[in-house]
């Protein structure tokens, strides 16, 4: 068993359970560099400082630089004797160089080392999912791009309901993914302070230089209350929230993959490489995939519930409570960075059956409202026209026919303002290409959009991890 580093207050060992139900270093042991990296920033500034002799803090700095390597080549054991990653380093640090590593712990607590162990996680990981975003971005644009001329039915209540262009379909996800991509970038606004020096909760004695460390760390902005920087989980639970929207997102979108790549749909069919089989039915094409990124929205929402939860309580400051902060966080890290990948890979495979898109982008009467608006373009009122039109179509149900079979003839009967020009007027393409209002589905604003998205897009390059980060 491990020697603890706090056992002076203890007359008894900790029970084995005990130790077993506390530890959090299974979990935690994935801070290990963060940890080491706050260390060796707080030891240095304790050296400018004066608050211990520059000869200590080298060898603190050196000993630290050799047990990174040491658990990065998995030379040291972390078991739940350790407790958590930051007794495991530093007990590991005093065994290596004597008395002298315990003056590393001089002017902080666990409380604001763990703080600051998550903010330093926590801005790597954004920057990757960012990144991620980005690509998820920049693939639909793509297919957007490559079938600018593809009509489909547009769907409201998962019935038809008017044509527009399949780009422009994709370009609205392209929209929801970039109020994500905001959200996250936001979080780093809330994460970019540095509480380093707060110890346990009260601040400390000692003449640190709060700043100094925030500088070597990269952070803009040190923490302006003690008491809130140990106990602040917001920005936690604020990434929570943001994954939880994008994964809402993800979710939609991989609900219309499973939908469209049914045989009653055949809109798209998704690449073998991305599906699997059945165990009894030979014939079995399964949208896993897609199948499991809406399965683990679920997780990832099950995760914003518990930080929520775990916090709603609790009163200030640091509570044992807040070591249950990690898991949920780190598994929504995970499912995030890989559902994101894998979707940026997914996409650019995606085959489009554009002829049964464009079959069905007129079927059951999508060409209803333009026909009204004809009727209205010719001095109609709107709820007459729709009242009109709602009559034809009942006429058509039980003819077995569409819109576009009637004659100028069977349109008559109904109103006398109907012409020949009604027949190009309810032709799809110039359906879809009226439709020019700001935000519309004519080929000209998609257009537009794609554009403004690759410059966007062009901008996506300066998210990256340097640049996450504020000048030293």
């Avoid at 379909?169 to 392209?174: F, G, S």
């Avoid at 979710?251 to 790549?261: G, K, N, P, T, Y």
């Avoid at 896993?288 to 518990?306: Q, W």
């Avoid at 009204?372 to 034809?392: E, N, S, T």
Wanted: aromatic share 8%.
């Amino acid at each position: 068993m491990a020697e603890k580093l706090w056992k002076g207050r203890f007359e008894q060992p900790t029970d084995k359970m005990v130790e077993e139900y506390t530890a959090s270093i299974h979990f935690d042991r994935r801070l290990y560099r963060y940890d080491i990296e706050g260390s060796i920033a707080h030891c240095r500034m304790l050296a400018e400082r004066g608050i211990i002799s520059q000869g200590d803090a080298s060898r603190i700095v050196k000993a630290l630089g050799e047990i990174l390597l040491d658990i990065e080549m998995d030379r040291i054991a972390l078991d739940s004797s350790r407790e958590d990653i930051h007794m495991a380093i530093e007990s590991e640090l005093t065994a290596r160089i004597g008395e002298i590593g315990g003056k590393l712990h001089t002017a902080r607590s666990r409380n604001d080392q763990v703080a600051l162990d998550m903010r330093l996680f926590m801005r790597d990981a954004l920057s990757s999912i960012l990144d991620l975003a980005c690509e998820v971005r920049s693939a639909l644009v793509a297919i957007a791009e490559k079938h600018l001329d593809v009509i489909m039915p547009g769907f409201t209540h998962l019935q038809h309901a008017q044509p527009i262009l399949f780009s422009h379909h994709l370009m609205a996800y392209y929209e929801m993914f970039g109020r994500d991509f905001a959200r996250l970038r936001d979080c780093l606004v809330r994460m970019d302070v540095m509480p380093l020096g707060s110890a346990a909760l009260a601040g400390t004695t000692f003449p640190i230089d709060m700043e100094w460390t925030a500088r070597q760390l990269g952070f803009s902005r040190i923490a302006a209350n003690s008491v809130d920087a140990v106990s602040d989980r917001d920005y936690l639970i604020e990434f929570c929230s943001a994954s939880s929207i994008l994964m809402m997102h993800v979710s939609r979108l991989a609900e219309e993959f499973i939908i469209w790549s049914s045989p009653e749909f055949a809109f798209i069919e998704i690449s073998d490489a991305f599906c699997t089989g059945s165990s009894i039915m030979p014939q079995k094409k399964n949208p896993d995939v897609p199948e499991l990124m809406r399965g683990k929205t679920g997780r990832v929402y099950g995760n914003l519930i518990a930080l929520l939860t775990v916090t709603k309580g609790l009163p200030l400051a640091y509570n044992r409570d807040l070591q249950e902060d990690k898991q949920p966080v780190f598994d929504t890290v995970d499912t995030l960075v890989a559902t994101l990948r894998l979707l940026g890979k997914m996409l650019p495979e995606i085959r489009i059956d554009r002829d049964m898109m464009a079959r069905m982008a007129g079927h059951n009467f999508t060409l209803a409202t333009d026909l009204a608006d004809y009727l209205v373009r010719h001095d109609v009122p709107f709820r007459k026209a729709h009242h009109v039109v709602g009559q034809i179509v009942q006429y058509c149900i039980q003819a077995g026919k569409e819109l576009g079979d009637c004659s100028l003839d069977e349109f008559r009967k109904f109103h006398k303002a109907f012409d020949k020009d009604v027949f190009p007027f309810i032709e799809i393409s110039n359906v879809v290409d009226r439709r020019q209002s700001a935000g519309g589905t004519a080929t000209l604003r998609v257009k537009e959009a794609i554009a403004r998205a690759r410059a966007e897009l062009g901008a996506c390059k300066q998210y990256s991890k340097e640049n996450l980060k504020p000048e030293k």
